[in-house]
């Protein structure tokens, strides 16, 4: 189902709010912490696991400092519009790491980061019914326009989607 024109209205305002809490933290301001992307669906958030300020600690899905007021912020703006929508959640690396381990590369923590914000979500107010999907994408999903090994691709993505009417 694609967003009607109240939901797109509700998913800019989430935008700009995100955007401003973000304006309002003198860390986030250096580099966008964020990218937002209307869709027909609904948003997707991009939120960059960036050397200069990581989200995660390295190769880790334990969430940094910065990375917890990140996702809290997140949390309480999507919170604030629990029924409206979905939440799917996407863990994405750079090509090029070395694996932490053999047993545990890009898939792996890819994976493990997108559920550590899944749960940071929830322990802040996010409905545990909206969340639809988890996924590890590791390196397979580069962002458009960038290089495959920028660390740009090290990310989270969180898709709001629109609730179709069939749903229950």
């Known amino acids: 189902d694609s967003a009607s024109a109240v939901e797109l209205n509700m998913l800019r305002k989430i935008a700009q709010d995100l955007t401003e809490a973000m304006q309002s933290n ?13 869709t027909p669906d609904g948003m997707r958030i991009s939120v960059f696991d960036r050397n200069n300020k990581p989200i995660f600690e390295p190769d880790s899905a334990e ?12 949390a309480w703006q999507i919170s604030r519009f629990t029924n ?14 070395p694996p932490k381990s053999p047993t ?23 409905a545990v019914g909206q969340i639809r999907k988890v996924a590890g994408f590791a390196d397979t999903q580069p962002m458009p326009n960038l290089e495959p090994t920028s660390e740009s691709n090290r990310r989270v993505a969180v898709l709001l ?3 179709s009417g069939s749903q229950l």
């Open 26 to 38: 003198p860390e986030a301001q250096e580099d966008k912490p964020l990218d937002l992307e209307i």
């Open 63 to 74: 969430f940094t400092p910065y990375g917890t007021w990140v996702f809290t912020t997140l």
């Open 84 to 97: 409206s929508f979905n939440v799917e959640l996407e863990g994405h690396t750079q090509q090029g790491r």
């Open 104 to 126: 545990y590369g890009n898939w792996e923590l890819s994976a493990d980061r997108a559920n550590a914000a899944r749960r940071k979500l929830i322990e802040h107010d996010v």
């Open 161 to 163: 989607k629109v609730k």
